[in-house]
């Protein structure tokens, strides 16, 4: 199963978790509208980078590109949460970090730092010396398990 199958199934059952009998479902209402909304709204971005890619001649999105749309949502979300701390808006910023939580369960398991110098070391020992070409290569091996971010880092690090 895709990972963009998995997205639609999964909000199907929320949807389905949020039609049960009035006593149960105003337990769980609030949750599963977020939860709704959230996925609505991660299958909306794939959705239009599905249109991005079809005008390219990809005939259909593969899990990594999902990732990476998933990733983009999740980097707004994180974004946006800061945004309102430091505005003083509590109640949004919480918002923001409960659907972040959800996004994260549609994300592997990022690669810690000891991982990615591995990878970085091997690379760099096979004799690439530029920033840029290190990156290309390294990014190619992690494959969207670490953020470019921490990649650049431990790269920059390494090449001093």
Known sequence: MTLHQ??????????????????VASATQAGQ???IGTLRMIL????????????KGVDALTDAMVVDVIRKEAK????????YS??????????ETRELKIIKTYLPVEM?????????????????KDFGAAMKEV??????????????DVVKRLLK
């Open 33 to 35: 509208e977020e939860r």
């Open 139 to 152: 990014m190619k091996k992690i494959a969207g398990r670490a953020e470019a971010g921490a990649v650049a």
């Open 44 to 55: 909306s971005a794939t959705h239009n980078r599905e249109i991005e890619e079809h005008a």
């Open 112 to 128: 810690g730092e000891a991982e990615i110098e591995t990878i970085v070391r091997k690379v760099l020992g096979s004799g690439v």
């Open 86 to 95: 430091k505005a003083e808006r509590k109640d949004l910023a919480e918002k």
């Open 6 to 23: 998995r997205l639609q199934i999964d909000l199907k059952e929320a949807m389905k978790a949020g039609l049960r009998p009035a006593v």
């Open 76 to 83: 707004k979300r994180k974004e946006a949460a800061e945004i």
